[in-house]
């Protein structure tokens, strides 16, 4: 750490805020200059390598990154980590572990409060191509994608100082400090496809902390990781700090997680996958020199519940904004709801199955698309197989939708179905694509209490969720029948969009272990303290008074 700066001074790191969203509307100055960057993503292949030790390797099995709105254009490819590639990765985190947790902490906050500016100015064009590309979102999906990555780097500088001001009180005669020293060992990050913000954010939170990481990405992102990673580079990320190893997930995981200095997961992804590796874990619990940190935010079944005297215009763009935007890939997309009869019979229906016939589906660097391709063909058959489920059910009606087409790009049509039944399995299970289910609830007859339990008891998940109402205490009685339903409940607005230093996004039962996300709870989570006191006048005398003997 040549260039370390001390500073004689108690820092304060800059206030935080939300990075501005533009807008990208057709033939705007930013829209021109994306389009620029978007046909220069399209007219390369990518060869992308790990970052080990900070050296670029290349080796290895090649697997192709292809555009899912379009997946006979290979945009790149990375090659998979073999065994060796992966110790090495592991190799490269702990040898930089000690320089790394000696770095002042404004020191290392200052690298991604740079990289912030890095994703808001230099990199936010060719940020914004590769997710469009690679992961098919929109102008505005791509866009709040990246404003996320510099909202998360600038709030976690302010989360970290916040944490490193905790500190004892020193009564006379002692100073006692707090020292938040990193993990014992490295930590590995796994990341999701759906956001490039998250995956920039799960490697970069414990390494702002002082731990030295093994950062494995999707393969369904990794154009936009690449980025990632070369940003963190240029705003002066030592190497070794984060080492991004390409591969299969299971065989990193398994061979990083059998390593005595594995000190925690940084997860994110589906609940499955994180079970999984909470019993990986369990397996090698007697190897670990320490009791490592498991942090996984996994999947949702995100309900919207309105009662009888919601606002029906309201209620309806929460629902084509909160199911069908980015084809319904995100965590907290609404996938089932509950609607009074009255509000449906009264014209809701007719508008809201006009509205997602109306929703255009296609290539996401047309501005007029608002749905574009899921992720993989796996993806789309998984869809697929859940329409054939749902369309055969006798409770089951299709008012849109219901289609896949993979002839060109993995587009699955978006789909509403109303159902008679609330215990049916397209109410409890995540599809992570387009599809919403409706449930009419005779308003007349049912008590809104009773609809609020059976929304709690039908899925296992407890993520996102919305509530909309202008009967106050139908609301106030739905925040409290809800309270363990959701980690963010929305009253009046759609369940996506939770916004960094504002609505920090996690949630309990079976979608994680809710360290809420860009909070100083999730920062907290990559540190262990050690209290340091310091006697300013040690005793010179063993005894006690009560002995008696005192002074003698
Ligand atoms: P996924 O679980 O398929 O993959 C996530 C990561 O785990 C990827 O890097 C993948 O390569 C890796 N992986 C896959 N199988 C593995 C295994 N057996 N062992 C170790 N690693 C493995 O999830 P995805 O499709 O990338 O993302 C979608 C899921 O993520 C959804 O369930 C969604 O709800 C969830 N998600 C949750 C949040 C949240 O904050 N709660 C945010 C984003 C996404």
New binding site residues.
């Given amino acids: 750490m040549a260039n370390t700066i001390v500073h004689n001074g108690t820092v304060r790191v800059p206030a935080p805020y939300n990075e501005p969203a533009k807008d990208y509307a057709p033939g705007s100055p930013e829209a021109v200059r994306l389009y620029a960057e978007l046909d220069r993503v399209k007219g390369e292949v990518r060869e992308l390598p790990h970052v080990i030790g900070g050296e670029r390797q290349f080796d290895g099995e090649k697997v192709d990154l292809v555009a899912p709105h379009n997946h006979a254009h290979v945009l790149g490819r990375i090659p998979k980590a073999d065994e060796k590639q992966v110790q090495a990765a592991i190799d490269a985190a702990l040898a930089a572990q000690e320089s790394w947790a000696n770095t002042p902490w404004y020191e290392r906050v200052a690298i991604f409060l740079r990289a912030a500016d890095l994703v808001s100015g230099k990199y936010r064009d060719e940020l914004l191509a590769t997710t469009m590309l690679h992961q098919s979102k929109t102008y505005h999906q791509a866009e709040i994608d990246a404003c996320e990555l510099a909202d998360f780097f600038r709030y976690n500088a302010h989360n970290a100082a916040q944490i490193y001001e905790q500190q004892p009180t020193s009564p006379a005669g002692q100073w006692n400090v707090m020292d938040h020293r990193g993990l014992e060992g490295f930590v590995l990050a ?6 490039t913000a ?1 995956a920039g954010n799960l490697p970069s939170t414990p390494a702002m902390m002082g731990n030295t990481v093994v950062w ?5 992102s990794a154009l936009s990781s690449d980025v990632v990673m070369r940003l963190f580079e240029e705003a002066g990320l030592p190497a070794g700090v984060i080492n991004l190893v390409h591969g ?3 065989a ?2 398994e061979q990083a997680m059998a390593h005595e200095q594995f000190a925690g997961l940084n ?8 079970r ?2 909470w019993k990986t874990a369990g397996v090698n619990i007697e190897k670990y020199r320490a009791y490592p940190r498991l942090v996984g ?4 079944k995100n309900a919207i519940v309105a009662h009888s005297s919601a606002d029906p215009e309201a209620l309806l763009v929460a629902m084509v904004r909160g199911a069908y935007e980015y084809q319904g ?4 997309a609404a996938s089932r709801v509950y609607i009074p009869r009255s509000l449906w019979e009264a014209g809701l229906e007719t508008k809201l199955v006009e509205t997602v016939k109306g929703l255009k589906v296609g290539d996401i660097t047309e501005h007029e698309t608002y749905v574009g391709a899921v ?1 993989d063909e796996v993806s789309a058959d998984r869809l697929a197989d859940a329409l054939e489920r749902a369309k055969a059910l006798a409770s089951h009606t299709l008012l849109a939708g219901g289609t896949v087409r993979k002839d060109k790009g993995w587009f699955v049509d978006p789909t509403l179905f109303v159902t008679t039944d609330p215990s049916a399995f397209t109410m409890k299970e ?1 599809f ?1 694509g387009p599809l919403l289910t409706v449930h009419v609830y005779d308003d007349a007859e049912v008590e809104w209490y009773d609809l609020l339990k059976l929304v709690d008891g039908t899925s296992e998940y407890a ?1 996102g969720g919305s509530i909309f109402a202008r009967d106050h205490a139908a609301i106030t009685e739905a925040l409290s029948v809800l309270r363990n339903t959701a980690g963010m409940m929305y009253v009046n607005d759609k369940p996506t969009g939770a916004l960094m230093g504002v609505q920090s ?3 309990g039962r079976a ?2 272990t809710n360290d809420k ?1 860009g909070s100083p709870l999730a920062l907290q989570r990559w540190v262990s303290g050690r209290y340091i006191k310091e006697n300013m006048s040690p005793d010179l005398d063993w005894t006690y008074p009560y002995m008696g003997t005192s002074g003698n």
């Fill in positions: 796994i990341t999701p496809f759906n956001f998250i494995k990405p999707s393969e369904k299969s997930g299971r990193i995981s997860f994110t992804g589906s609940s499955a996958v994180f999984g590796l935010e996994t999947g949702g890939q995100k965590c907290t992720i995540e992570f993520l996004f996690g949630g979608s994680g996300t």
